[in-house]
């Protein structure tokens, strides 16, 4: 992946990511996910579990299949006011940590539509691209990095800014660079140029 961003970086506008992180510390107070389950991603537990309004199509591109899926309508906003639908449909492989619709309505009043104004995408670029991890990386995967590093493990974005994982109970989790949990609802969900895990809060890298 090309990183065409990162010059923009030291002239960002900060104000939007400062909302972010501000109004992304609930999600640490929800109860923890439910116990251990048959499957291998478990939804945390005061939440109904993902459920894709289709089945997103193996021959498809990451961008192709999350437009084509409703509760996610409010990434591909995103996405396409960025300026990264080129990216997200090309031949990547990438690995996209997608929020649904229900994760953007967590943000605080405003902010969504604040980082999706023209003169904050160098904001929603850095955001978007914290989501992202390039190359494809499974559940299976995820959990045996976790394993192997004691219970925690990093990935590194392509936005250039690590992402924390670990384990509540059957749980992925990920910490942003703000400390705050989000949880993989749904994984595996595999694209024609990589793969798609659902989860339930965004992401916000570490504030300057």
Do not use: W
């Amino acid at each position: 992946m090309t990183h065409p961003a990162k010059r923009m970086l030291a002239a960002l506008p900060m104000a939007a990511l400062v909302m972010l992180g501000a109004c992304g510390r609930g999600r640490d107070e929800r109860e923890a996910p439910a116990a251990p389950s048959a499957t291998a991603v478990t939804a945390p537990a005061q939440e109904a579990p993902f459920v894709a309004d289709r089945p997103m199509a193996p021959t498809r591109t990451i961008l192709d299949n999350a437009a084509a899926t409703p509760s996610l309508s409010s990434l591909v906003a995103a996405i396409r006011a960025a300026s990264l639908s080129t990216t997200l449909a090309g031949p990547g492989p990438f690995t996209l940590f997608a929020p649904t619709n229900a994760a953007f309505g967590r943000l605080a009043p405003g902010v969504e539509a604040q980082l999706l104004q023209p003169a904050n995408q160098a904001s929603l670029v850095r955001v978007l691209r914290y989501h992202l991890v390039p190359g494809v990386v499974t559940v299976t995967e995820l959990q045996r990095r976790i394993a192997a590093g004691g219970g925690t493990a990093t990935l590194m974005t392509a936005q250039g800014e690590p992402l924390t994982l670990s384990m509540t109970q059957s749980v992925i989790t990920l910490t942003d660079g703000g400390g705050n949990k989000s949880y993989i609802e749904a994984g595996d969900m595999r694209q024609a140029n990589g793969m798609i895990h659902i989860v339930n809060g965004v992401l916000v890298p570490k504030l300057d």
